[in-house]
């Protein structure tokens, strides 16, 4: 008889165990503290340069209401990538910034109003309904970093085999498991290096820096936020949910899956690291790869560890009429006034 799918039900019910087993009878702060070295771990340690690389490739060029340069970072060795900086106009002295972390698609260029070749965006936006341009609209100077494996980013063998093969997740997700280590180890790691040249920027006010990340740029946000405190708030889109009711119940992505996780913690668990800071999750209610339950069952449990570190009013929802898309309706003037 065929029980794989009571096989695999028992081993997460069992990671659950083990996940109950190590936290029983901890302190919350002791528990947080062992789940953040465990995430740590999980991520892999990366060699850093002694001085993060910051060069710029573009000049400032004037767009609607701001102004767009790009340059050029390099944090882990023998890596570099672009970054688009937006920056509002007739803006002066040190302002709120944020980190712009885009999902599966082409790069930073799809959030910051532009098509792949770096033309003008024509006609209705697409499911990052641009986000990084709404945000520096609002005032915030915008980082919007390339990461690795989208656009740019993709390795010389996709793009040879085609030219618009949409990523190089698979050969550069499992071709790191092989050595031991993740690909969102790789991209949290770049991350963090390009939060420390943004903090360094002489327009930006390293006390007021938060991040959004739409997708598998979300998954990248709340890492990078859960290990640097510097990050102040937060926005997670079309993304939070529970690791069970989302990408263990829909077919995703490769670069989604660390080995091990889930006997260190559930997804809603490793997104309260970021508690007491302030924190928005935002989903479609039709989002078909994060399901609007899982996302309750995640708001819930979010709920419950914000209020037990007395900070309840940190959190917010907003689950909106759609599907897997940037909507920005509530969560950007939310950040926009944590930042302020
Ligand atoms: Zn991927």
Known sequence: MWTGDAFLERLYVEAGLTRAAAAAGLPPDLRRERLLESVKESLGAWERQSE???????????????S?????????????????????????GKLPGVIAVHGHGYGSRQICGMQAN???TVGKPDIHNQFAVQLVRRGMIVIAPDVIGFGERRMQADVDRDADAPSSCYRMATQLLMLGRTLTGLRVAEMLGALEAFAGMREVDP????IVGFSGGALIAFLTAALDTRLRASVLIGFPNTFKDSIMAVHHCVCNFTPGVLTQAELPELMGLIAPRPLFLESGERDPIFPAA???RAADDLRSIYRSRQAE???SFDLFPGGHEVSGRRSFDWLKDRLS
């Not at 993060?52 to 701001?66: F, L, T, W």
């Not at 340059?71 to 002066?92: N, T």
């Not at 006390?207 to 938060?210: D, Q």
Request: aromatic share 8%; with cysteine.
């Open 52 to 66: 993060i690389g910051c060069s710029v490739m573009e000049e400032e060029s004037e767009c609607d209401g701001y």
């Open 118 to 120: 770096g033309a003008k």
């Open 68 to 92: 767009r340069s790009r340059v050029e970072l390099s944090v882990v060795p023998d890596l570099s990538f672009g970054a688009y900086i937006l920056k509002p106009a007739g803006a002066a």
């Open 313 to 315: 009013e940190a959190l």
């Open 294 to 296: 899982g996302f309750l």
């Open 207 to 210: 006390e007021r820096i938060g």
